[in-house]
């Protein structure tokens, strides 16, 4: 066994110990095999927590093949881990065309079933690899970008077969996005600044529920935080919630943080960064480094790499921001992503979600799907009784009156 194997195993056998949603469900489901048959393709960020979901589709009798859905975000020792007993295609810093010749690779086992983070493998079976995507029961997508492009391709009327909306699940959205982003960006940009966060200034860009857990860590730990927001009904959450309300252009002024969160182009543009304070950090929690306009700073200002994940910008004038993680997602680029018992409840509804396609996925017409509520209610369910919590139920009387 070589030694980056070994370092890759120690890193998912931690993870299988501190996800008992996603153990209770395998070990429930064993013994009916229910993927029996089913190819199932991956492309999701390749660490520790997804090799522990790949290995139970495994053992659940699946086929799988398994892609990093980030060049950035790869582990090199999981790949290599979970390469000696499943199909994977993943290398830390892969150049644009390894990349697509990983996405490549994953869908010519010709996949029934389909878990994207981002859209990239579901634009591929609609594009150059369609002829790959003639057994594709369904796709369950991961995140708000990829539902953009899934809703896109359905407005268009080209979408070809059914996806479930797995990032809109309340058990998603609740904790993934609001806690696990929450704790692990300020995580990763702690690592990569060792920088104190209290008594900073902090902008949030987005008040969706990866900004809502951002905001609210920032503040946790002690810094003073603002938040821009194009939606009038979430800006005026912000401001009730307690914290400040301003556009990017002028709350970027005085911010020694900048976040964004929105999964769109251009949240921050050059011509916001040239407003920036004198040494303002800058972080992506987007899926694409699309948020930050990186390509206008890497044309106009001199940069250079000053840490690990961190490069500074000399910018027209001779002020500086620094960049993190290139502009990508700096959860996973400079840290470990997702706490471990976090991505236990994602995964758990992804496997859900997943058996629930292989059921009835023959049956529905292509279209954005939500999860089951049952599926969100199980994985609720097992969380609670993992951490022995306890619950009351309706009475007959009270189901009455509710009408249920």
């Known amino acids: 066994m070589t030694e980056l194997v ?36 991956l492309c999701i960020h390749l660490e520790a927590k997804t090799a522990r979901f790949a290995l139970a589709l495994q053992a659940l009798g699946a086929e799988v093949a398994v892609a990093s859905s980030n060049p950035l975000s790869a582990k090199d020792d999981v790949a290599a881990a979970l390469g000696t007993k499943v199909e994977t295609h993943a290398r830390y810093g892969a150049s644009e065309e390894e990349y697509l010749g990983f996405l490549r690779r994953v869908l010519a086992i010709r996949p029934h079933l389909v878990l994207d983070d981002g859209g990239d493998l579901t634009l591929l079976l ?35 077969f059914p996806a479930v909306a797995v990032n809109d699940a309340r058990m998603k959205h609740l904790f993934d996005n609001r806690h696990g982003t929450g704790q692990s960006v300020w995580d990763a940009v702690m690592r990569a600044t060792n920088l104190l966060l209290a008594g900073k200034r902090v902008l949030v860009v987005g008040y969706g529920w990866c900004g809502r857990g951002i905001a609210e860590r920032a503040r946790g730990l002690g810094a003073e935080v603002t938040v821009a927001e194009v939606d009038p009904v979430r800006a005026a959450e912000a401001l009730l919630e307690g914290f400040a309300v301003a556009p990017v252009g002028e709350a970027i002024r005085e911010a020694d943080f900048v976040v964004t969160a929105t999964g769109c182009t251009g949240a921050v543009t050059y011509e916001d960064l040239l407003r920036a304070k004198d040494g303002a950090v800058l972080a992506n929690a987007g899926h694409f480094d699309v948020e930050i306009d990186v390509r206008a700073l890497r044309e106009r200002a001199r940069g250079r790499r000053v ?24 959860n996973l680029v400079a840290g470990d992503g997702h706490p471990v018992e976090i991505m236990d409840l994602s995964f758990s509804l992804q496997l859900l979600s997943l058996l629930w396609l292989a059921r009835e996925g023959r049956g529905l017409a292509p279209g954005v799907y939500p999860v089951p509520p049952e599926a969100d209610e199980e994985v609720a369910r097992r969380f609670l009784g993992s951490r022995g919590v306890r619950i009351s139920s309706l009475t007959p009387e009270q189901r009455a009156y509710l009408g249920r």
Not at 13 to 39: D, I, Q, T, Y
Not at 307 to 330: C, N, Q, S, T
């Open 126 to 160: 609609h594009d150059e690899a369609a002829d790959l995507g003639g057994d594709v029961i369904g796709v369950c997508e991961e995140t708000t970008t990829g539902l953009i492009r899934l809703r896109r391709l359905h407005r268009e009327g080209r979408l070809r």
């Open 6 to 41: 070994r370092r890759g195993e120690e890193r998912i056998a931690w993870a299988r110990a501190h996800m008992p949603v996603l153990g209770s469900l395998e070990a429930e489901l064993r013994p009916a095999r229910p993927f029996s048959g089913k190819r199932v393709a």
């Open 307 to 330: 840490r690990d994940h961190v490069e500074e910008f000399v910018l027209p004038g001779g002020k500086r921001v620094y960049l993190l993680a290139e502009g990508r997602l700096v």
